[in-house]
């Protein structure tokens, strides 16, 4: 068989870099026939398939070969000879190779010197062989199509099978990520079950609390005002003696009066902000003005604590929507308030106005003011600021003021400085048809 030579062009400029050499396709031929094996080499010397020469591998026997490929398996085309050291040597090899090996990827062509001892009908059917050739009829160009379509077709299946290894991979990694996750879920709901369950422990144990704190105080409310009216009237029949045998000591009897009635106060203070608290509080809504509620409250202070001087300053008429005993509480708690925390003497400033559409109320006092640290807790239950030792006081009043107000639909604020006093503003929903526009209040 005459081999095809390639002519190769020679560049005689400049010499570059050299481009490494393509690794070649390998190509395993077994025969028991050397001159077989130099008709390959010489056939494949200049041949090319997709940029890359061929290589010989060569084996004499079907032994020799399954130990080439036993540690080769990675060749992808296999040129056999049938008749070897034994009749039917070769296809003895390609069982060994597609079932004891497990070597599917390999392509094998069949080539036979003697097709009468091994028909290609039979063979085709009965072994995993790829292509059948006759030795005779094997020219250079015949050879090349088979290897070229063997090599195809190997390339082919590796590509398959290492895209479908790299799909186990990553399936392997999304099952190991899915039981990840999975398991990450498992433990956070089994966290959230067991938050949710200590958010029911802690719910019911806070509403027990309040059940018995309710119990509490309408005990004490029960209990004590009975004694306390007692001790009440006891100290009055004892002024009245007092008052013709022992004047100096009416002041003491007045002292015991005072506190009969700060503890009356303090429960009933108590038992508003409880029902506040429980939404037991029905508010009674109506219009009404805030003028006259305003000056009632300053008349009753300026009677009950006149070492303090009163301003009021009312834009009138103040007409609000609110619960008048509820909005009364509120005047009447800031205004105990400022008296408490101011010295005597001092003034204390009441101003009531429209201001963009609400009503606007602000009791100002000259008093010990609120540390900047209480600020923010001013309007908790029972909080008491730093500075506020020595002053008798629960801590409950203005978490009264805040409550009633937001039940209204309003707030309430604070501005204060240590030593200059404190401002607390009331912003307060007007009565249907008397919200005043910018302008009017302007001209106002």
Known sequence: MAASRKLVLRDRGPKGPKKP???????????????????????????????RPFKCVTASSAAEAAAILALAPEIPV????????????????????REELGNTRIRIILRTGQPGDAPERDVVLTHDINDYKSKADLTAQKMFTALVGALRA???????????????????????????????????????????????????????????LRQFLSMVSHEFRTPLAIIDSSAQMLRMRTEKSDPPSVVRVDTIRGGVQRLLGLIDTCLADEQLDSGRIVLHEKAFDLAPMIEVAVAHH????????????????????????????????????????????????????????????????????????????VFERFHRAANANGIPGSGIGLHMVRQIVELHGGCVTVQSEVGSGSCFTVRLRPAPNQTRTASEEKTA
Do not use: C
């Open 21 to 51: 050499a393509a690794e070649p396709w390998t190509v395993l031929v077994v025969d028991d026939d050397e001159q077989v094996h130099d008709m390959t080499r010489l056939l494949l010397r200049d041949l090319e398939f997709d940029g």
């Open 78 to 97: 296999v040129l056999l000879d049938v008749v070897m050291e034994t009749p039917d040597a070769g296809l003895r090899l390609v069982r060994h190779i």
């Open 154 to 212: 190997w390339r082919d299946i590796t590509t398959i099978a290492e895209l479908n290894r790299e799909l186990s991979e990553l399936n392997a990694s999304l099952e190991q990520r899915v039981a990840d996750r999975t398991r990450k879920l498992e433990e956070s709901t089994e966290a959230l079950a067991r938050s949710k369950q200590r958010a029911e422990t802690a719910l019911s144990r806070e509403t027990e609390a309040k059940r018995q």
């Open 302 to 377: 300026r009677v009950a604590a006149p070492s303090h001087s009163y301003q009021a300053e009312l834009e009138a008429p103040l007409a609000i929507w609110g619960d008048p005993g509820m909005v009364g509480l509120v005047i009447n708690n800031l205004l105990g308030n400022a008296v408490k925390y101011s010295p005597e003497g001092s003034a204390i400033r009441v101003i009531a106005r429209h201001e963009n559409g609400d009503i606007s109320l602000s009791v100002i006092d000259q008093g010990i003011g609120i540390p900047t640290d209480d600020l923010s807790a």
